[in-house]
């Protein structure tokens, strides 16, 4: 069965948001983020979407059901999660656009979403005038007691997109791991290509 994406903004957006949490709540749980999620904090975290005129998520459905999405909105949007791994980069936050969290459930990978989500994500950012586009991803050591033995890190689909790590550009989330009692932080790595 073929996968059918479509862009959703303003209020298709918005009552999507529930979807995308769960989405969220399961694909973070495996590796490498392993993130022990829950509704509330999800509502909180996505509900700034809702409230951004040049967000969007691009859904992937399967019979009218949602498998699979990418978010996206303005990084100036997130300045305040992410000033502090900018400040020595030189980089005009008002210039990039922020592709955050694309999510699919495991039955629906290998259907070409991957490549979908980014070009409908960078073809929205440059109808909005932004000059470049990133993104962010978990640090995490491949001797880690939970990362599968055929693990293959997507580095090389992001760079044939175009994409590369920008250097010491890295922000600190903390979430609690699967199975922790405690939130620890973690590093994530910033991404970027020109538009």
Same mark, same amino acid.
């Given at each position: 069965?073929?996968? +059918?994406?479509?862009?959703?903004? &303003?209020? %298709?957006?918005?009552?999507? @948001?529930?979807?995308? #949490?769960?989405?969220?709540? !399961?694909?973070?749980?495996?590796?490498?983020?392993?993130?022990?999620?829950?509704?509330?904090?999800?509502?909180?975290?996505?509900a700034?979407?809702?409230?951004?005129d040049q967000?969007?998520?691009?859904?992937a459905? +399967?019979?009218?059901?949602l498998? &699979?999405? %990418?978010?996206?909105?303005? @990084?100036?949007?997130? #300045?305040?999660?992410?000033? !502090?791994?900018?400040?020595?980069?030189?980089i005009?936050?008002?210039?990039?656009?922020?592709?955050?969290?694309?999510?699919?459930?495991?039955?629906?990978?290998?259907?070409?979403?991957?490549?979908?989500?980014?070009?409908?994500?960078?073809?929205?950012?440059?109808?909005?005038?932004?000059?470049?586009?990133?993104?962010? #991803?978990v640090?995490?050591?491949?001797?880690?007691?939970?990362?599968?033995?055929?693990?293959?890190?997507?580095?090389?689909?992001?760079?044939?997109?175009?994409?590369?790590?920008?250097?010491?550009?890295?922000?600190?989330?903390?979430?609690?791991?699967?199975?922790?009692?405690?939130?620890?932080?973690?590093?994530?790595?910033?991404?970027?290509?020109?538009?």
């Amino acid at each position: 069965m073929a996968l +059918a994406f479509r862009v959703l903004t &303003g209020d %298709a957006l918005t009552e999507a @948001l529930d979807d995308v #949490a769960r989405l969220r709540i !399961a694909v973070f749980r495996d590796w490498p983020y392993l993130y022990e999620g829950d509704l509330t904090y999800e509502r909180r975290y996505l509900a700034p979407y809702a409230e951004s005129d040049q967000a969007l998520i691009v859904g992937a459905f +399967a019979e009218g059901r949602l498998v &699979g999405a %990418a978010t996206g909105a303005p @990084l100036s949007e997130h #300045a305040a999660d992410f000033a !502090a791994a900018f400040d020595q980069s030189g980089i005009d936050l008002a210039q990039v656009f922020y592709c955050a969290e694309s999510v699919l459930l495991p039955d629906w990978r290998g259907r070409g979403a991957g490549h979908r989500f980014f070009d409908l994500r960078e073809a929205h950012a440059r109808r909005l005038g932004f000059r470049k586009i990133c993104f962010c #991803a978990v640090i995490r050591d491949t001797s880690h007691p939970h990362c599968p033995a055929d693990y293959r890190p997507p580095d090389r689909f992001w760079r044939r997109r175009g994409y590369e790590p920008l250097p010491d550009v890295i922000a600190s989330f903390s979430w609690k791991d699967v199975g922790a009692s405690e939130e620890t932080a973690k590093s994530l790595q910033f991404w970027m290509r020109d538009l």
